[in-house]
């Protein structure tokens, strides 16, 4: 029976992180902190918390597959902005396809590698060898300068570097607020400051601007999934990305925009180096990896260093009440690998069909929509302050694009927090700004509500397409 209730969590998981990789602004942290809530109902239907893990696991890694296609194939921007997006590039030139499988392959070989990595950790644990847990031992002391350099060359890399400076404090400060004065429910709950906040800073933000943006002319892309570089090097790339998404998953506060920032600054230097210029191939590949792996060792951390890394560690350390056993870690592992498999079948096989499908929607309907969904919800469920959170985090989020930033400067957020933590100095700057007067706890939301409300916020979201899609079909008419 629990098998049947594991593979069911992987189904189900997949279906879902095909649905939330198509629709532009959805994260996978919307997903789990839902999740969680609902968990007391599921726990009635047979589902456990290792159930709910794999679920949560199975649509992060799906997510990870699919979401790279609206990114492709939704709203290409014009000529103007296909200089800085790799992939659009390809996607100008007709090879929108080969960028696809280009990404399918990262993606998987990020699983595949960080597969291989976590059960010879396992293995060595067995035998007595912490091999994370010496690492993370060794590290611990010297974590506030590693992440202060890797902050550091972020910053001088820009063209315009105070005002990537200025984009990182005030992410910083930001994050300074609302972790330590939560306005909303406590972290103990399912939804609290974060949720607004990120989705203000990356999903909201990015919606918005995606409203103003011009767009080309959808071109016509060829059918071909031969890929643009040989096997040893897409291997050599993903092996990059995969170190990368470990190292991102494991340390604090660095995020997936952060690795593939840097891995970006050493692909094109690759690049420079070789006749053909392979960088924009391998940087494809590599964000990929980065991107399942970094899914992965962030759930692994839980169990290895007992640290959460990423939204869906989070979530799940709320399920099993901080901690997070073996058992549930293997079945975690199993999860990712099936729903990886699965996600890329899928996605060689339809690929063509798919970016025919997604390149035919209403872009902006659908951002619109999107944009509805994520502020009633967060409305509903956090209320006023987490309204003033979610504009906060948008605000912040427009300033890298308009000021021709990375938006991975917008990463101080958690970051300088954590800096601060391990600097010592955070107890007397939280002290200084007053923030422990204003920390408020609120109750549990009940799972009726939560159900309501994320019924009427679809509701509502879906009806703002149809009539956007209908305005557009009348005005075209006229």
Request: hydrophobic content about 55%.
């Amino acid at each position: 029976m629990e098998i049947i209730v594991i593979l069911f969590s992987i189904v189900a998981g997949i279906m879902t992180g095909i649905i939330t990789g198509l629709i532009p602004g959805i994260h996978v942290n919307t997903i789990a902190a839902i999740m969680v809530s609902l968990s007391t109902v599921l726990y009635g239907y047979g589902m456990d918390g290792t159930s709910i893990a794999v679920y949560i696991a199975s649509v992060a890694v799906t997510h990870a597959f699919f979401d790279y296609i609206p990114s492709l194939f939704l709203g290409v921007p014009n000529d103007e902005v296909f200089a800085l997006l790799p992939g659009h590039r390809m996607v100008r030139e007709g090879r929108g396809i080969e960028a696809l499988h280009l990404s399918i392959k990262g993606s998987w070989n990020g699983i595949q590698m960080g597969v291989v990595i976590l059960v010879i950790v396992l293995i060595m644990q067995s035998k007595g060898i912490d091999l994370l847990g010496a690492v993370d031992a060794y590290i611990k002391p010297y974590l506030f300068w590693i992440l202060l350099i890797i902050s550091l060359i972020l910053i001088l890399s820009e063209t315009r570097k105070l005002w990537a400076f200025f984009i990182f404090m005030l992410s910083g400060l930001f994050g300074i607020i609302v972790l330590g004065s939560p306005l909303v429910p406590s972290t103990g709950s399912a939804f609290n400051g974060l949720f607004p906040a990120l989705a203000g800073i990356f999903g909201v933000s990015g919606l918005i601007l995606s409203l103003f943006e011009k767009t080309g002319d959808f071109p016509k892309q060829k059918n071909s999934t031969k890929l643009p570089m040989s096997s040893f090097e897409v291997w050599s790339s993903s092996v990059r990305g995969t170190g990368a998404g470990m190292a991102v998953g494991l340390l604090p506060g660095l995020g997936a925009a952060n690795a593939a920032t840097l891995l970006l600054m050493i692909e094109n230097f690759l690049g420079k180096n070789k006749k053909q210029d392979t960088s924009t191939y391998s940087y494809i590949v590599t964000t990929s990896a980065i991107n399942t792996s970094d899914t992965l060792f962030g759930i692994a951390a839980l169990y290895f260093i007992e640290k959460t890394r990423s939204g869906a560690s989070v979530a799940m350390s709320q399920l099993f009440g901080g901690t997070f056993p073996l058992l549930a870690l293997v079945a975690v592992i199993i999860g990712i690998a099936i729903s990886g498999f699965v996600a890329m079948t899928i996605m060689q096989r339809y690929s063509m069909y798919i970016a025919h499908s997604i390149s035919k929607l209403d872009f902006k309907g659908l951002n619109l929509a999107v944009l509805i969904f994520l502020g009633l919800f967060i409305y509903l469920t956090l209320g006023d302050w987490g309204i003033v959170i979610l504009v906060g985090g948008a605000y912040l989020g427009l300033l890298p694009p308009l000021l021709n930033v990375r938006r991975a400067q917008a990463m101080g957020f958690f970051l300088v927090p954590v800096m601060l933590f391990y600097s010592g100095n955070q107890a007397d700057i939280v002290s200084y700004l007053h923030l422990e007067a204003n920390i408020k706890y609120y109750e549990e939301l009940e799972v009726t509500k939560m159900a309501f409300y994320l019924l009427i916020s679809l509701g509502i979201a879906g009806l703002s397409y149809i009539l956007s899609v209908l305005m557009r079909r009348i005005v075209v008419k006229k």
